[in-house]
C-alpha cells in the first residue's frame, strides 16, 4: 500500500522559535496533501490542503503566516510552526491522496513548545 | 452538505465478542467511505474502503457495506482480540473537492 512518511516524529522547542515538519509519499505522487491537527482524544482537525505548485489552502481560523506550507515536490508537503508557542503543542498529522481519492496518512508528529 | 456521525464511545469488549460500530453520513452526490484505525500514538492506517453503494470493503477480519438506502457503512468484526483496541474515524470523501469528513472517532477497548 502506499506510505506516507513524517519528520520528526518528537520535536521539543523553545517558545519563539520555528519547527518544520516534512511529510513524505515514499511509494507514490501526490498532487495534493494535507495537514491536520489532533487534540488529544480528539478528531483530525483539517488545517490546510497542500498543492504541488501552488499555495496552499487554509481552512478558516488557521494563520496561514504562523503555519507556513510548501508543496515544493510531488512527493513531498512541509508545514513550519513560526513563532511557536505553547498553545501550538499538539499532533500534527500529514496525509497525501492518491488518484482514487484515498488518504494515506503519515505516523504523525508530537510537537511540544516550551 | 457533508458530513459523518459515528457511534460514540468509548466502547469496551472481551475478546471474541462481536464488534459493531455505527456510522452514517449525509453527502451530495456518491462519497467514498472508509474505516480508518489509529493506534495510540500513531497516525492513521486505512483500515478498509468502499467507493459505491453496496460494495463491501474488508480487511484483517474487519467489514463494512456501503448502503446508499441507509446512508450508512457500519463497521463489524466478528471476533476481537485485545490487539484491536484502539480508536476508529469513519471518513467520506466527496467526488468534488479535496476533503475528507471525518466521524468524531470511536475508542474501542478489548479485554482479555
Known amino acids: 500500500g502506499a506510505v506516507v512518511s513524517q519528520h520528526p516524529s518528537w520535536v521539543i522547542c523553545k517558545s519563539g522559535t520555528s519547527v518544520k515538519i516534512e511529510c513524505r509519499s515514499l511509494?507514490?505522487?501526490?498532487?495534493?496533501m494535507f495537514w491536520y491537527r489532533q487534540f488529544p482524544k480528539q478528531s483530525l482537525m483539517l488545517m490546510a490542503t497542500s498543492n504541488e505548485g501552488s499555495k496552499a489552502t487554509y481552512e478558516q481560523g488557521v494563520e496561514k503566516d504562523k503555519f507556513l506550507i510548501n508543496h515544493a515536490s510531488l512527493t513531498l508537503s512541509t508545514l513550519t510552526v513560526t513563532s511557536a508557542h505553547p498553545e501550538d503543542s499538539s499532533f500534527y498529522i500529514c496525509?497525501?491522496?492518491?488518484?482514487?481519492?484515498?488518504?494515506?496518512f503519515g505516523p504523525g508528529t508530537r510537537l511540544l513548545v516550551l | 452538505g457533508n458530513s459523518v456521525t459515528q457511534m460514540e464511545g468509548p466502547v469496551t469488549l472481551s475478546e471474541e465478542a462481536f464488534l459493531t460500530i455505527n456510522c452514517t453520513y449525509t453527502?451530495?452526490?456518491?462519497?467514498?467511505l472508509f474505516w480508518y484505525v489509529q493506534y495510540p500514538g500513531e497516525g492513521l492506517q486505512l483500515l478498509l474502503k468502499a467507493t459505491k453503494a453496496d460494495d463491501k470493503g474488508s480487511n484483517k477480519g474487519f467489514e463494512a457495506t456501503y448502503r446508499k438506502e441507509t446512508t450508512s457503512f457500519h463497521l463489524e468484526k466478528g471476533s476481537v482480540q485485545v490487539s484491536d483496541s484502539a480508536v476508529y474515524f469513519c471518513?467520506?470523501?466527496?467526488?468534488?473537492?479535496?476533503?475528507?469528513?471525518f466521524g468524531t472517532g470511536t475508542s474501542l477497548t478489548v479485554i482479555p
Open positions: 453527502a451530495t452526490g456518491y462519497p467514498s
Open positions: 471518513a467520506l470523501s466527496a467526488r468534488t473537492g479535496n476533503q475528507f469528513y
Open positions: 496525509s497525501a491522496r492518491t488518484s482514487d481519492e484515498t488518504q494515506y
Open positions: 511509494d507514490f505522487q501526490a498532487t495534493t
